[in-house]
């Protein structure tokens, strides 16, 4: 290719000094085209008066050019130095395991117990009331109030029960008069009688016998012997008479049994107008507390109302309802504890003392009762309470949180327990079983972490990295499944 020189350009004035044409730098060939021609550059304008020489553009555009060229190659090293930390990002689970939260198996004492709510109750409770018909004169007691055995509670307008024991008093009277009568008056009369009646017998037969003689003697005649023979039958039949009404009225004779017979009467009587009398005051059967009333002074009562409702005295006790379920954990004599919901932060001492053999079918609960040797002052009857039964207790047991048990509920549970930085499944036995924690007899000893069920997809096999998260304080476990209400 041939490059053609520029034509000079136009003579410069006198006086001007003419600028002496520099040579631009040859321009380096094109590369080569399919035709072959020659290319003419065009003539470079001759420069201006004051203006710089022509190369030194090219020199100011390297001055430029290299800068550009260190930032690129700064902006490109930043590049590769980024993917590459992505990368190694990326790849530290693989490198180093995935980060995995662990719980440390622990060596502590474990408390399995079971939570029942329930009420205070009394021992027994006797509901007042009346058997007869009456208008309430006195009402002596109050609710809440303590009472002793015997003390007065109603009282009832008795004037009628007073009259009738007064008449029924009377007839006692008359019939034990009638009795000191027989035993003082008709006995000894109808001995006398008797003794009158043998002698008028004896005398009538000593006559009778003379008379035959004389009739035999013709000295009388046979209508006098006639007359003696009556006299003596009769004397006879008087004697008989006299003998059973002395014997009548003997102590074990018929007058005398009528005469206690009437006394008796009268007696039953007398106890029955006394007992009435009696119904009028409605004596405390028992010590303890009233804590219902329903009477007032005034009020017209009917048999068998209940008037009132008496807590006797006696050792407080808890009646709880237990789940079917957790019936082998519960034995007599256990020890508990038990708060009240009105005092949520005060506890007292109970123990098992009463487990119902039976079950209740619709609710699938048994009744359990605790007694509580030292009832707290504000315990009330009736008052909702929660107890605590204490049915198990481990010291020294490996314990892990619940939430790491796979497969809990079959025969073999197990565990995803860290070995080496890797997961391994390790089936474990498990001993008592509460609702936070759970006690391992096997599989695992104290101080492993242990993977919890979660999200994390950490399987089997795989490298982890532990993250140990701190254990909850040991506490009384709960008996596993069992609402913490009883029902």
Do not use: C
């Amino acid at each position: 290719m041939t490059v053609a020189a520029a034509a000079p350009g136009p003579r410069p004035a006198v006086g001007q000094v003419e600028a002496l044409p520099v040579n631009p730098p040859a321009a380096k060939p094109p590369a080569a085209t399919p035709a072959s021609s020659e290319v003419s550059l065009p003539a470079a304008a001759p420069p201006k008066v004051g203006e710089p020489a022509a190369d030194a553009a090219p020199k100011e555009d390297k001055e430029k050019a290299a800068p550009r060229s260190l930032r690129s190659r700064l902006l490109i090293a930043l590049g590769v130095a980024l993917a590459l930390a992505a990368v190694l990002y990326l790849m530290r689970n693989v490198l180093l395991g995935t980060p995995t939260p662990v719980y440390t198996a622990m060596q502590s004492e474990l408390v399995q117990t079971v939570v029942a709510s329930g009420r205070v109750v009394s021992p027994q409770r006797v509901t007042v009331a009346l058997q007869g018909t009456g208008r309430v004169l006195r009402v002596a007691v109050a609710e809440g109030q303590t009472v002793e055995r015997g003390q007065l509670l109603i009282e009832l307008d008795n004037s009628d029960a007073r009259a009738s024991l007064a008449q029924a008093s009377a007839t006692v009277a008359q019939a034990q008069a009638r009795v000191r009568q027989v035993r003082e008056l008709s006995q000894p009369l109808a001995s006398q009688a008797l003794v009158q009646a043998q002698a008028t017998a004896l005398q009538t037969r000593k006559v009778l016998e003379r008379n035959r003689d004389l009739v035999a003697q013709g000295f009388i005649s046979q209508a006098a012997l006639d007359d003696s023979q009556r006299a003596a039958d009769v004397a006879i039949s008087q004697v008989s008479s006299a003998l059973v009404q002395a014997q009548s009225n003997t102590p074990s004779g018929s007058d005398a049994a009528l005469a206690q017979a009437a006394l008796e009467q009268a007696l039953a009587g007398q106890q029955l107008a006394s007992a009435k009398l009696s119904q009028g005051q409605v004596l405390a059967p028992a010590a303890g507390v009233l804590i219902t009333r329903d009477v007032e002074v005034g009020d017209i009562v009917q048999p068998g109302k209940a008037l009132m409702v008496l807590a006797t005295a006696g050792q407080t006790q808890v009646l709880v309802q237990i789940d079917e379920k957790n019936l082998s954990k519960i034995a007599l004599g256990q020890k508990a504890l038990g708060s009240a919901d009105a005092f949520a932060d005060q506890r007292f001492d109970a123990i098992v003392s009463y487990i119902n053999p039976g079950v209740d079918a619709a609710r699938g609960s048994v009744e359990v009762k605790l007694a509580v040797p030292q009832p707290p002052a504000y315990l009330r009857q009736d008052m909702t309470v929660s107890i605590d039964i204490e049915t198990a207790r481990r010291a020294g047991a490996v314990v892990l949180p619940t939430n790491t048990l796979q497969d809990a509920a079959s025969d073999k549970p197990w565990v995803l327990v860290v070995r080496d930085k890797r997961a391994v499944a390790q089936y474990v036995r498990l001993g008592l079983r509460g609702d936070t924690r759970v006690e391992v007899l096997s599989g695992i000893a104290a101080g492993e972490g242990v993977v919890p069920v979660s999200k994390t997809g950490v399987k089997a096999g795989q490298r982890v990295r532990a993250r140990v998260q701190p254990s909850a304080p040991p506490v009384r476990e709960n008996a596993a499944g069992l609402d913490p209400m009883g029902t």
